[in-house]
């Protein structure tokens, strides 16, 4: 049979390989992090007098309530503010050239682009080549869509083309309880983190 349809073997052999390579090189990569955090237990602090934990110590299911505690916007908003995990941009080597971007409350999301003319103006399209605004580099850039960010002039930057995303804070910190997971033990001593992510840096930072 292999000698009678060996063409026909051939190519399926070939479709599958190349169809694999294709996959392969569209499929990030998934990084996973993972840390252990030590909970002292009530009778650990007395000596303090302080009371730690989410809940007291004879309450029932206390160990949840650490991963409650864990997933609650108290913790995951301070960390997507602070990394900037809202923002995303396509070349990472231009990280230095949003290292003062913020975003407000009323930020719009999406993919954006920054166009710098060759006198220091730029132009920032949104969507399909949408303008939002123009200026000169040095003031501040998409004060519209709720951007905080006033990057400076540097040499290299005139007639260069810079595409990022933005996503909101709440939806960012939304996206980071999902790739999170917690386990506590029942003597809620120990809480170990895993997060899975496709940047390595960011996952980690996480």
């Known amino acids: ?26 499929t990030d990569p998934q990084y996973r992090a993972q840390a252990t955090i030590w909970i002292a237990s009530q009778t650990e602090s007395q000596g303090r007098g302080v ?8 309450q029932l299911l206390q160990w949840e309530s650490w991963l409650d505690l864990l997933r609650s916007y108290a913790i995951l908003d301070p960390v997507v503010r602070d990394l900037k995990l809202y923002l995303w941009p396509q070349d990472p ?3 230095a050239l949003f290292a003062s971007f913020e975003v407000g409350t ?3 999301a999406g993919a954006y682009l920054l166009e710098v003319a060759g006198d220091g103006t730029y132009a920032l399209y949104s969507g399909r080549k949408r303008i939002v605004e ?12 709720g951007f905080r960010w006033a990057p400076q002039r540097a040499p290299g930057l005139s007639g260069r083309k810079i595409r990022f995303n933005v996503t909101t804070m709440r939806t960012t910190s939304e996206q980071v309880s999902e ?3 917690g386990r506590v033990d029942r003597n809620a001593s120990f809480l170990k983190i895993e997060y899975t992510g496709t940047s390595p840096t960011r996952t980690a930072a996480v």
């Open 179 to 181: 790739a999170l997971v």
């Open 93 to 95: 080597a231009d990280s």
């Open 1 to 26: 049979a292999v000698r009678r349809h060996w063409m026909l073997v051939v190519a399926i052999v070939t479709v599958g390989a190349a169809a694999t390579l294709l996959v392969a090189r569209r």
């Open 134 to 145: 123009r200026g000169a580099i040095g003031d501040s850039v998409g004060r519209k869509v």
């Open 51 to 58: 009371q730690l934990g989410p809940v007291r110590q004879d």
């Open 106 to 108: 009323e930020v719009v």
